[in-house]
Nanobody, 121 residues
Framework: VQLQAFGGGLVQAGGSLRLSCVASGRLYSSSVLGWFRQAPGKEREFVAATRWNDNRTYYADSVKGRFTISKDRAKNTVYLQMNSLKPEDTAVYYC???????????????WGQGTLVTVSS
């Protein structure tokens, strides 16, 4: 499965962006699709994840209430709606596939190329 993430850009603090991650190939029911981010000089960190076969979602505390992960199975696409963006949200955002759910990026074996999100103050 190949993953392609896009939708990043430059936005002012308080603004919104929606990231998309398109998967080419079959996603099995046990798959977990996640979003991670990596700021310069920092380790890659978990942002949000969703199970492909049900509606369970998971979020990092730092984005709860601001970010929403969703999916469109017909389009093999996972979205990350990001609202009330803060400068500290600035990072390269990656989508990834793994199984089972984990917040550790090392548990995910398929990665998209990343899309840069820059939030200006």
């Amino acid at each position: 499965v190949q993953l392609q993430a896009f939708g990043g850009g430059l936005v002012q603090a308080g603004g919104s962006l929606r990231l998309s991650c398109v998967a080419s190939g079959r996603l099995y029911s046990s798959s977990v699709l996640g979003w991670f981010r990596q700021a310069p000089g920092k380790e890659r960190e978990f942002v949000a994840a969703t199970r492909w076969n049900d509606n369970r979602t998971y979020y990092a505390d730092s984005v709860k209430g601001r970010f929403t992960i969703s999916k469109d199975r017909a389009k093999n696409t996972v979205y990350l709606q990001m609202n009330s963006l803060k400068p500290e949200d600035t990072a390269v955002y990656y989508c990834a596939k793994g199984s089972p759910y984990d917040t550790n990026f090392r548990a995910y074996n398929n990665w998209g190329q990343g899309t840069l999100v820059t939030v200006s103050s």
